[in-house]
C-alpha cells in the first residue's frame, strides 16, 4: 500500500493492490446489471451467492448464471464473477465432483433452511448433506456457510452463537479437512471460533457488521436498510469484529453480503435482509480500517487473505482512493426499481477515484 498524506490544495491518497469481494448477492433479472456494475467497479473478482429463484444448484445452473453475469457487464470488463453452487439435502457426490472438474465453481453455500432470503431448499438437517461434505472434502472445495440456527425458540441476536456451537463445532469435528469460511460474522464468539480453529477455517466480515451496531438499526426508528442477517449485534462485537478484521490475520477477509433488494421489499410490514454495499464498498472498508488506526492492514484483508484461502492468484492491478468527501445518493437504480444504498444521503469520507462509477 502507498499511502500520501494530504497536503495543501491535495487530498491524502492511498493506492492498494486491487480487492475481491468474497461474498456478494448480484441477483438475476434486470437488477442485476446494476448489482454487477457496482461490484465491477471497484473488485477484481467476487465470489456470487447462489440462492437465486430456482437456486442454483447445479455446475449448468452456475455456468449459465454466470453466462449472464458476464452479458450484463460491458465487454471490456475485466471482472470476474466466481461461481457458488447452492447445497441442497439432494446434493450428490456427483455434483460436487462436476462443480470442482468445471474450474468456475469455487465453493458451495450452506444456507440452513429459512435461516435468510431465499434459503427454503437449504439444509434442513446436517446429517443429510455428509456425503456432499466428504466428496468436498475430498476435493478441496469450500464450504461458505451462513452460520446461524432457524430454531424459533433460539433468540434471533443468538442464532449465530448456537450455530457455531452446535452445528459448527460438529462440521468443523467430522470433516477435519474441509475448508470452511463462516460467512458474514456478528458476534465476538464467531470470530473467536474462527480464530481457535485450525487455518482450514476462516471468516468474511462485512462492512457494515464494521460500521454499525444494533443501535443504528433500532434506536431511535427502526431503519429497514440496515436489517440484514445476521443481524447488527451489540457494540462490543462491533468491536471485536474490527480488531479481528485489522488484526492482520490471515483468518479474516473481505465479503461485503452486499445484498439488494428493491424499496418497497425493504419498506414493508416484512422486510427483506440485506444490506446494498456494492455502490461504496471498498470506501466503507476503508473508513472502517482508518477509524481503528490500521489502514495499512486493509489491502491484506482485500487482496490477499481471501486469494490465499480460495488458492487463487492475488490481483496485481491496483486501485487508488482518495480523502475526498462525497455524498452517497439517496437511491440507485435497480433494474425497474430503486435501491437504498448504505450511507444513503450521507458523505463518505473515501471515494474510489480509478473504478467505473456505480449504477451505469
Ligand atoms: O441479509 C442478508 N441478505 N443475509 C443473507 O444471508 C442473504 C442476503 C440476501 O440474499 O438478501
Ligand atoms: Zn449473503
Not at 2 to 27: C, K, N
Not at 125 to 137: D, F, P, Q
Not at 176 to 202: D, M, N, Q, R, Y
Amino acid at each position: 500500500m502507498i499511502f500520501s498524506p494530504p497536503a495543501p490544495g491535495r487530498p491524502g491518497r492511498i493506492v492498494v493492490r486491487q480487492p475481491d469481494d468474497w461474498h456478494v448477492h448480484l441477483r438475476d433479472g434486470v437488477g442485476m446489471r446494476n448489482a454487477a456494475a457496482a461490484t465491477a467497479r471497484a473488485f477484481a473478482r467476487a465470489l456470487v451467492m447462489p440462492n437465486l429463484r430456482p437456486p442454483v444448484t447445479t455446475t449448468a445452473a452456475a455456468q449459465a448464471y454466470r453466462g449472464r453475469i458476464l452479458a450484463a457487464l460491458p465487454a471490456s470488463t475485466s471482472f470476474v464473477p466466481l461461481m457458488t453452487l447452492y447445497l441442497t439435502d439432494d446434493t450428490s457426490p456427483a455434483e460436487i465432483s462436476a462443480a470442482r472438474a468445471s474450474g468456475i465453481v469455487l465453493a458451495v453455500k450452506y444456507y440452513p433452511a429459512g435461516a435468510t432470503t431465499n434459503s427454503a431448499s437449504g439444509v434442513t438437517r446436517i446429517g443429510h448433506v455428509y456425503s456432499a461434505l466428504a466428496a468436498m472434502e475430498a476435493h478441496g472445495m469450500v464450504l461458505s456457510v451462513h452460520g446461524e440456527v432457524t430454531d424459533a425458540d433460539v433468540d434471533i441476536f443468538d442464532r449465530e452463537r448456537v450455530f457455531v456451537d452446535t452445528v459448527l463445532a460438529r462440521l468443523v469435528r467430522d470433516f477435519p479437512a474441509l475448508k470452511v469460511v463462516l460467512e458474514h460474522i456478528s458476534t465476538e464468539e464467531a470470530a473467536a471460533f474462527v480464530l481457535a480453529a485450525g487455518p482450514h477455517v476462516a471468516a468474511t466480515i462485512t462492512p457494515q457488521h464494521l460500521l454499525y451496531a444494533r443501535n443504528a438499526l433500532l434506536a431511535g426508528g427502526i431503519r429497514p436498510h440496515l436489517y440484514c442477517l445476521p443481524i447488527l449485534k451489540r457494540e462490543r462485537h462491533r468491536q471485536a469484529l474490527l480488531r479481528a478484521a485489522t488484526s492482520g490475520d490471515p483468518k479474516f477477509f473481505l465479503g461485503t453480503d452486499s445484498a439488494p433488494h428493491a424499496r418497497q421489499m425493504k419498506e414493508s410490514d416484512c422486510g427483506c435482509a440485506g444490506c446494498f454495499s456494492g455502490h461504496a464498498a471498498v470506501e466503507l472498508y476503508v473508513e472502517a480500517f482508518e477509524a481503528a488506526g490500521a489502514l495499512d492492514r486493509f489491502e491484506a484483508f482485500g487482496n490477499a487473505f481471501g486469494a490465499d484461502f480460495y488458492g487463487v492468484p492475488r490481483n496485481v492491478g491496483t486501485i487508488t482512493l482518495a480523502s475526498q468527501e462525497w455524498m452517497v445518493p439517496a437511491s440507485y437504480p435497480f433494474g425497474d426499481e430503486s435501491v437504498i444504498p448504505l450511507r444513503a444521503g450521507e458523505a463518505m469520507r473515501w471515494k474510489l477515484i480509478d473504478g467505473q462509477e456505480p449504477g451505469k
